[in-house]
């Protein structure tokens, strides 16, 4: 594997105008999963698996991988852990571009961690507001500004309040898209309004996070998705995005339609337990969560089975025709 040299600080300037939204950011990006094995007590990381799950996605139609993000479990994962991962995941990936996740609310512990990610050929950083402290607009505004300034690769704004309990408004978001060094934003902001604007504005590479949205999304000129349910037959989702990137919103709707309920039982218990259920049931990886996330229950991962399967058989020759 490849890595840039050590970093240096303040990559980027803040005071620089942005340019419009990348156009490497784009496309079905997938936040791949992280395996791990049941050994005693003790749940380490199957790098074995990984580098099969990376070898498996990656000529799938998917744009690039996430790692580390919400479905990577990497809250569950220490530092070296995820440094680990990443290393296997970039020797694997070959050209497929790699994003990663960085989330924290201690400024000198995220920095250090930036520092490290600044040594790896990564594609962008995936970064939440600070969570559980719910700090003011303006330092929010600081906060993604400093972690941009030092970023070797573009970040890319994670908004989802739900989970961090800050919300960025569209204000907010509208000033961040002026640093040259914030690119995209994964939106699981939950406001049509503010979705609207930000892709009307055109700086910043708008990629729908909530799955649900990714039809409306990519239909109002968003630029793509970063979906966990994207595990599941990444082909669809591919077809999709590139059936609504030729004006085929007929085929689109039908794909997106066909793959709601896969997609709603996706999310009918907590992630990634439901999409490692169907991975382990793929041959793909075994079927470990580390606490306190757990597995889906057989009665989901054979609901999950059996609605795949039917997805396939309805959709098989749809999908082509959006190739």
Partial sequence: MQVAQSHTPSMASSTSSASSASPTLRGIWLPLVTPFLRDGAHTPVDHAALRRLV??????GIAGFVICGTTGEAAALDDAE?????????TAAGDVPVIAGL???????????LD??????????LTPAPYYIRPTQAGLVDWFRTLADRSRAPLVLYDIPYRTGATLTLETLLTLAGHENIRAIKDCGGNAHTT?????DGRLAVLAGEDHQLLSTLTMGGHGAIIASSHCQPAHFAALYRAVQAQQLDVARTLFHALMPVVK????QANPGPVK????REGLLTDVLRAPMTSASPALAQ?????????DAALGAKAAIAA
Avoid: K
């Avoid at 989330?103 to 961690?113: E, K, P, S, V």
């Fill in 55 to 60: 070898a498996h996605y990656r000529r799938s």
């Fill in 82 to 90: 995820q440094l680990a991962v990443f290393d296997t995941v970039l």
């Fill in 103 to 113: 989330a924290g609310n201690h400024l000198g512990h995220t920095l250090a961690r």
């Fill in 116 to 125: 490290a990610f600044n040594a790896l050929p990564l594609a962008g950083v």
């Fill in 196 to 200: 609207q604007a930000l892709i009307a």
């Fill in 265 to 268: 039982l996706l999310f009918a």
């Fill in 277 to 280: 259920a169907w991975l382990a």
């Fill in 303 to 311: 609901q999950l089975v059996e609605a795949i399967a039917a997805v």
